[in-house]
């Protein structure tokens, strides 16, 4: 990646954690860690990697992005209307009735996202029944998405890995959110999902691990999913959860805690800064 | 009259307008040769997955390929396609309004010796408050066939709920199959007996006993329990004393419910509600757990005298 792509890319992850905090802090309530968490990953693949087109949606052969764990919508929602699905006003209506954005993404709703998430492990069959279904209609298309470290706690995400796997569902790219923080604590004590390269190793996948916040790294790793043609590709990829945000960050409190309007601006600064 | 199997057509119904129509996919969690979707699968392996014993994944996957465009028919026993997988059935497939369609085999009590683990008796009240879920129950094989076609052409999910064992032939092969329109199998002036699946040929008996004692019944089959054929419904209370439903199915939430929620507030009615009284089945056949949870034509012929006299 040159210097100007890495500037261009590293700017709009900034764009996306900074629309997170003012939408959440205009919503009152939410989900800022692991949204920001995940803001370089949907950089990369929102401006860089998918075949997708915002003025026709439904394109067919279009690449899909699934956030399975759901309750990171701010961060999905920023994405999309930084590449245009829907005008970024749009974002300051979040959890608002009336709002075509809801507090977890909403198919029917929302121009842009492929399926209504929230409800954890979900997502993973569902990206996996889209490859199943492109590979029916013939296409190549790319599936990508993004589960949580707690949700990997979730019976269905194992599942989802042994169908994945069994079936080579080659076009399949998953990333893990491995921030090690769920609501009640540290994923390590609460149910460690530890080993998770050799878990997944295990279910077939084609496994990389990665820093989830440094784009090049994030860029091999897509690349390498793409010359993998047996087997579907996990993206184990080391997080912060709040990063960005020097006083939310590898804080067990911002999970599910929208900032108020004086940390919302202290929040600002720092990413302005940044 | 000849007994016809309900799991049988729909595995040949599936074969039949699948075989050629490359956007249906079928989807089985390992009992494909009881639920018959093998039928289509040994003839049309492409399309067809057997997702293992992984209901929550086979749920969710299903919504996913529909996603695509294309129309899935997913399939196991009730207990675990609608009670195992309940929130995958609420959020993958009803709140993406995916294309979506659950056959289950092997309802209520007629499952038979296999006992109350593989008893579903509460499908129908779990599904009828999903927003976008249809409810159908076919009374017999030409309605099986019927109702799968029509699922098939038209989008959205459907659950579809057939029973273990053969049942008389109500319908020829001139029915046609209505989403949301009751058929009056037999007009009556004293009382109405709305029934489903398995209990309907119980009714139709019920009626003939009736018919001895000059009590003239109505037998009217409610395949569609959501959404539910309102206007026969009325009809029909307008124009008896009194009405009874009957279902292999608890007596909670289902199409005894249904009626008595619209009827209550519509057209107050004397109505007594046939089903399982909240308990679990038990292991037995079916004709000797229909007799024990009284579920017959005998029961339907006394409540009838005791609704009337």
Redesign the interface.
């Known amino acids: 990646m040159n210097k100007t792509e890495l500037n261009r890319l590293t700017g709009i992850a900034r764009e996306i954690r900074i629309l997170i905090i003012k939408m959440l802090a205009e919503a009152g309530s939410g989900h800022p860690g692991g949204s920001l968490s995940i803001a370089d990953i949907l950089s990369y693949l929102y401006f860089k990697e998918m075949r997708i087109d915002p003025q026709n949606p439904e394109m067919q052969d279009r690449d899909r992005f699934l956030l399975s764990k759901g309750h990171a919508a701010p961060a999905l929602y920023a994405a999309l209307a930084l590449r245009g699905f829907f005008p970024v006003e749009d974002l300051f209506s979040l959890r608002k009735i009336h709002s075509h954005l809801q507090g977890h993404p909403?198919?029917?709703d929302t121009p842009g996202v492929?399926?209504?998430?929230?409800?954890l492990?979900?997502?993973?069959?569902?990206?996996?029944?889209?490859v199943?279904?492109?590979k029916?209609?013939q296409?190549e298309a790319n599936i990508f998405s993004i589960i949580g470290d707690g949700e990997a706690q979730e019976?269905?995400i194992w599942?989802?890995a042994?169908?994945a796997g069994f079936r080579g569902l080659a076009n399949l790219c998953v990333f893990l959110d491995y921030n090690d923080l769920q609501i009640d604590g540290r994923v390590s004590k609460i149910k460690d999902i530890y080993p998770v390269k050799e878990k997944w190793q295990a279910f077939r996948w084609h496994v990389l691990e990665i820093d989830g916040h440094n784009l090049e790294e994030i860029e091999t790793a897509v690349d390498s999913f793409k010359s993998e043609k047996e087997k579907p590709t996990m993206v184990i990829a080391r997080t912060t959860k709040g990063k960005g945000v020097s006083f939310m960050e590898d804080g067990v409190d911002w999970h599910g805690v929208a900032p108020n309007r004086e940390e919302a601006e202290k929040a600002l600064k720092e990413l302005s800064n940044g | 009259m000849a007994k016809e199997s309900l799991r049988g057509e729909y595995g040949k119904t599936l074969l039949r307008i699948g075989r050629d129509n490359?956007n249906i996919?079928v989807l089985d969690a390992d009992l494909a040769k009881s639920t018959k979707t093998l039928t289509f699968g040994k003839e049309v392996a492409?399309?067809f997955?057997d997702?293992?014993l992984?209901e929550?994944?086979m749920?969710?996957?299903?919504?996913?390929?529909?996603?695509?465009?294309?129309t899935v028919f997913a399939s196991t026993f009730c207990v675990f396609l609608i009670g195992r997988v309940y929130?995958?059935v609420?959020?993958?497939v009803c709140?993406?309004?995916a294309n979506v369609k659950l056959v289950g085999t092997h309802s209520g009590l007629g499952v038979g010796e296999d006992g109350a683990t593989h008893q579903m008796l509460e499908d129908i009240a779990l599904l009828r408050p999903l927003p976008n879920m249809r409810v159908i129950v076919p009374a017999d094989a030409t309605e099986t066939a019927r109702a799968v076609e029509y699922a098939a052409e038209n989008d959205g999910p459907f659950f579809i709920r057939l029973t273990r064992g053969n049942l008389e032939k109500i319908y020829d092969s001139n029915y046609k199959f209505e989403l949301g329109r009751a058929s009056v199998i037999k007009p009556g002036r004293d009382i109405t007996l709305f029934a489903i699946g398995a209990m309907v040929e119980k009714a139709l008996e019920a009626a003939k006993v009736l018919a001895q004692e000059s009590i003239d019944a109505a037998v009217i089959n409610v395949s569609t329990v959501k959404p539910l054929d309102k206007d026969t419904i009325m009809d029909a209370a307008r124009k008896t004393r009194a009405v009874i439903t009957i279902e292999d199915h608890s007596v909670y939430g289902g199409l005894g419910s249904a009626i008595a929620e619209f009827l209550s507030q519509n057209h107050p009615t004397k109505m007594k509600i046939i089903g399982v009284e909240g308990v679990f089945g038990r292991s037995g056949s079916a004709a000797d757990l229909y007799s024990h949870f009284k579920l017959t034509a005998h029961r339907v012929v006394d409540e009838a005298r005791k609704l009337i006299s």
Do not use: F, P, W
């Open positions: 909403h198919h029917i492929e399926a209504s998430t929230g409800s492990g979900q997502g993973l069959s569902m990206a996996g029944g889209m199943i279904g492109c029916l209609s296409s019976g269905q599942e989802a042994m169908t | 490359k996919v492409e399309r997955i997702m293992g992984s929550q994944d749920i969710s996957t299903a919504a996913g390929i529909s996603l695509t465009g294309k929130d995958q609420r959020q993958s709140y993406n309004n």
